[in-house]
C-alpha cells in the first residue's frame, strides 16, 4: 500500500498513527488532572495549530472545573522604530490568581513558548503549565522545556492533527512527517 501524501508538491509518510496519539493524549491528561487536583485551571489553546490537541486534551482530563479560552500571537508593527511586536490576543481580562495551563502544537526553537510565558507571568497567575502535542529539543534555541509533551521528535517537519502546510491538510488524523528534510 502507498502511504505517501504529496502536499504542495513535498512528499509525507505516516509517522504517529491515530491509536498512538491517543494514547500518549491520554497520559498527558492523566498528569494534568493529578497535577491541577482541587484546582479550577484556566486551559489556553494556542490556535490556530492545537485546536485538535486541545479539545482532545480538555475532554480526557475530564475536570469539570476547568475553563478554556483560545489564544492567538498576532503580529503588528510598532508605531515607533520597534518593528514587529507580538501580542496575545483573546485572553481573558484577568488571569491573577488562575492556574493557566498553555496548549500548543509544537515547540520548536521555544521562543514563542517562553515569550508566551513571561507575557502571561506579568498578569500574575497563581501558576503557568505548559503542554505541548510535539516537542523538538534538538531545535531549541532557549533552554525551554515544555511540563508536558506528547512525543518528542527529530526537528523534521510534520503536519496533520491540527498542523498545517500553508494553512492546509489539518484535518488528517494521522501525523505525516516530509521526507524531503
Ligand atoms: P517556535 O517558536 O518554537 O520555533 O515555533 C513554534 C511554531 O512553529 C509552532 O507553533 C508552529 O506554528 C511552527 N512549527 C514549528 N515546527 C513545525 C512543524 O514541523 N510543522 C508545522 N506545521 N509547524 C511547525
Redesign the pocket.
Known sequence: MDNKLKVNGLTFVPFLREEQIQEQVKRVAGELRRDLEGKSPLFLC?LN?AFIFAADLFREAGINDAEIAFVKYSSYQGTQSTGTVKQIIGLPENIEGRDIVII??????????DRMISDLKKRNPASVRFATL?H?PE?SKTGFVPDYVAFSIPP????GYG???DGKVRNLRDIYVNTED
Open positions: 494556542v495549530g500548543e502544537d509544537i515547540v520548536d526553537t521555544g521562543l514563542t513558548a510535539l523538538k531545535s523534521k517537519f510534520i503536519i498542523l498545517d502546510l
